[in-house]
């Protein structure tokens, strides 16, 4: 009988196991390439194994795509001949493919006259014009997957009592030091104020227990809620719309221009912030914040030069999607991952402040137990300008890694140096941003930390037709030589409603000595998954699905690592997609080869 809880594919405190199945899958690779004709540097497929030239970096991708030698094919499009949208997660297949020919599939393709729940219409199509109308061809190779429509909101009151903490979550990712903050209301239920904001330190091996202190502050701002249809307009009574609470007083609309209106006007919580510093790396604590009687769980990052499992998430929002999101990642937490990154588009509040509040309540159970890194995506800057992200989850210590700003920064954790860069801040090479970005790059000692990862919230690649590669263009092409130089071995984006995985790019081609680059903006928002994906990039494009879900990264040790993807809809224990990562040589500060 399967367990669900998920077993990582690698477990980071023992490097062996990893090295047994890592190897066992290199060798089976190169038994099967031995079989073919390789040419140094020039890719060929054999049998769903990419083979180049030698580099400082090997790529196996196990999970076999979608036939893309087919879908390029020039076909004309014949005419859809509409099969009925099955029941989610009850099938295999949703066509008749009785007498269906090598060159056709089943195609899982969006409901264009459907735009706002966006279901999924499944008709025989050829495969060419499948992948270029943005479908996936349902075969072996693919899920079960069946798109559905718009997730329901998730809006958590607050259930704890006055001056007690809520929407706690633990910023961080370095091996030595954790930022506690969290929220409270500014008196205690008999009315006196809460006096203090601290945190208290136990050390679970020892029992020494140190105590830290920090601040606290509350923020004003003008609830002005990004106009979609009417969901500016709120309305008095119980009932909830897409950006949150409703107040008393009828209808009413909140604009910029209605400062003098009480209504409109949003005071938070007070927020508290401790920085704990000098921790022990890879350690089991437990933590009590003031006012607060319980002691909450945290284990802090493996110090560099250990191994280390990332999980990766992006676009997460508070829907039942969300929440989904949240349970898998948490199970994952339990079984090794030690620290997270969330590529921005937290809450989707969109300047109905409020859902702030909602946001960090959902999401506490995941972050008050694992270390988190965030940056910010559009939903906190548009309307908003980062104000709320900034006051409650904005990196704390930026000037740790020489950076000018809370919205781009590095760390060292691990095996790995991580850059976290912000997608809507000045990219140019006159910039504050790319001179930090190219200083922090030439810093990094590949002895102590052999992985270099990279994120941001707008992806720079991608075949999506909803966030197209055109929303990053600039920054990609300022800085993206940066990138390459230094040899970033993976780097992730958001924003797109989706999975994708590329394979090794630059300058928008395939290139030994390139990037993987991987979409992972599928964690749950309320907007649905994005539907669409442009025929071009083919040749690039390994693996696509417009579904939920998040990724793990495990990076065993200076030669090996494992990518895993899994998809909200499966089982825990699976793995949707998934890619080994080998380095041939450790130190080596550029080339990617796929093999």
Not at 274 to 288: C, D, G, M, S
Request: proline letters at 5%.
């Amino acid at each position: 009988m399967m367990s669900d809880s998920p077993q990582l594919l690698v477990d980071p405190q023992y490097p062996s196991h990893m090295d047994t199945q890592v190897s066992d899958l290199v060798s089976a690779a190169k038994k099967k390439a031995k079989k073919n004709l390789i040419i140094a540097g020039v890719m060929s497929f054999i049998g769903g194994v990419i083979v180049c030239g030698a580099a400082a970096m090997t790529i196996i991708s196990i999970t076999k795509p979608w036939d893309s030698t087919h879908d390029v094919r020039p076909a004309p499009a014949p005419t859809p001949a509409p099969a009925p949208t099955p029941e989610v997660g009850t099938i295999r297949f949703a066509c008749n493919v009785t007498g269906m020919d090598a060159d056709h599939c089943c195609c899982m393709h969006c409901d264009a006259g459907n735009e706002r729940s966006k279901h999924a219409l499944f008709t025989i199509e050829t495969k060419a014009w499948c992948f270029k109308n943005g479908g996936q061809c349902k075969t072996d190779r693919t899920s079960d997957y069946v798109r559905k429509g718009r997730a329901k909101d998730i809006r958590l009151k607050s259930s704890v009592e006055p001056g007690m903490p809520e929407q706690i979550n633990l910023i961080g990712g370095e091996p030595d030091q954790l930022v506690f903050s969290w929220a409270s209301t500014a008196t205690y239920a008999n009315g006196t104020v809460v006096a203090a904001t601290q945190v208290m330190l136990k050390e679970v091996d020892t029992g020494k227990i140190t105590v830290y202190h920090g601040n606290r502050a509350e923020y004003s701002a003008i609830i002005q809620p990004e106009s979609h249809d009417e969901a500016n307009e709120f309305w008095d009574g119980e009932k909830w719309d897409d950006h949150g609470a409703v107040r008393n007083g009828g209808y009413f609309k909140c604009t910029v221009m209605t400062y003098e209106d009480s209504r409109c006007l949003y005071t938070s919580p007070v927020i508290h912030t401790v920085i704990a510093q000098n921790l022990k790396p890879a350690t089991r604590y437990e933590y009590q914040i003031s006012g607060d009687s319980r002691w909450r769980p945290v284990r802090t990052p493996p110090a560099v030069g250990q191994p280390i499992a990332f999980g990766i998430l992006a676009d997460l929002g508070q829907t039942e999607d969300s929440q989904k999101t949240l349970e898998h990642m948490k199970k994952f937490g339990s079984q090794g991952v030690s620290s997270i990154l969330s590529l921005g588009d937290l809450a989707y509040a969109d300047g109905y402040h409020p859902a702030w509040d909602t946001y960090g309540r959902l999401a506490e159970s995941l972050y008050s137990e694992h270390p988190s890194a965030y940056i910010a995506g559009n939903h906190e800057l548009k309307v908003e300008q980062n104000l709320n992200f900034v006051k409650r989850y904005g990196w704390r210590t930026p000037e740790k890694s020489k950076s000018f700003d809370q919205m781009y920064f590095s760390f060292e954790v691990g095996l790995a140096h991580v850059v976290m860069l912000c997608s809507y801040c000045d990219s140019s090479p006159t910039s504050s941003q790319y001179a930090w970005l190219q200083q922090d790059l030439a810093s990094v000692n590949r002895s102590k930390t052999p992985w270099v990862v990279a994120g941001t919230h707008v992806p720079w690649y991608t075949s999506s037709n909803h966030h197209g590669m055109w929303e990053a263009k600039r920054q990609r092409l300022s800085m993206e030589h940066l990138i390459n130089e230094a040899g970033v071995d993976v780097f992730f984006g958001g924003h797109l409603h989706a999975y994708e995985r590329m394979g090794s790019l630059y300058k928008n081609a395939t290139n030994p000595n390139g990037t993987v680059y991987i979409v992972i903006g599928d964690a749950g928002n309320h907007e649905g998954p994005a539907c669409g994906f442009f025929g071009e990039g083919s040749e690039w494009s390994v693996f696509r699905e417009n579904s939920f879900g998040m990724g793990i990264l495990n990076l065993t040790n200076s030669t090996h690592g494992l990518w895993q993807w899994h998809r909200n809809q499966d089982n825990v224990t699976e793995v949707a997609d998934h890619l080994v990562l080998t380095r041939s040589n450790a130190e080596s500060a550029s080339g990617l080869t796929m093999i």
